[in-house]
């Protein structure tokens, strides 16, 4: 796997399909093996929502941080932690993937 840090992009998984209902994200795995147990939907609190939004499968994960920086006060450190482990754990339970996209796409403009 990966090692995460602020370079990597990450995108949603093919695997899982998110909606928002009623202000929360809800995200269902379509196939066996996503997250910890089979058929587990997963909701994200209000910082989770707030990373999620931002992973485009374009900005790095330090792209994410200075986004999330601008919109709210919590120092950029903890921001920065937040994110990371937002982005690991998800990326363990394959909720999340890493792609070299948003690298073509930069080199692509």
């Known amino acids: 796997m990966t090692q995460l ?3 990597v992009v990450c995108v949603p998984s093919e695997d899982v399909v998110a909606r ?3 202000g929360e994200i809800v995200i269902v795995p379509l196939t066996a093996g996503i997250g ?3 058929d587990e939907l997963y909701t994200l609190n209000e910082t989770g ?3 999620w939004r931002k992973l485009d499968g374009v900005r790095t ?4 941080v200075e986004a999330l920086a601008l919109e709210f006060t919590s120092p ?3 921001i920065e932690k937040d994110v990371l482990e937002f982005a690991s754990e998800l990326t363990r339970r394959r909720i999340l993937a890493i792609t070299d996209e948003g690298c073509e796409r930069k080199a692509e403009r």
């Open 20 to 22: 928002e209902i009623e």
């Open 61 to 64: 994960l330090g792209a994410v």
């Open 36 to 38: 910890d147990t089979d």
């Open 76 to 78: 950029r450190v903890d």
């Open 5 to 7: 840090n602020l370079n």
């Open 49 to 51: 929502h707030a990373i």
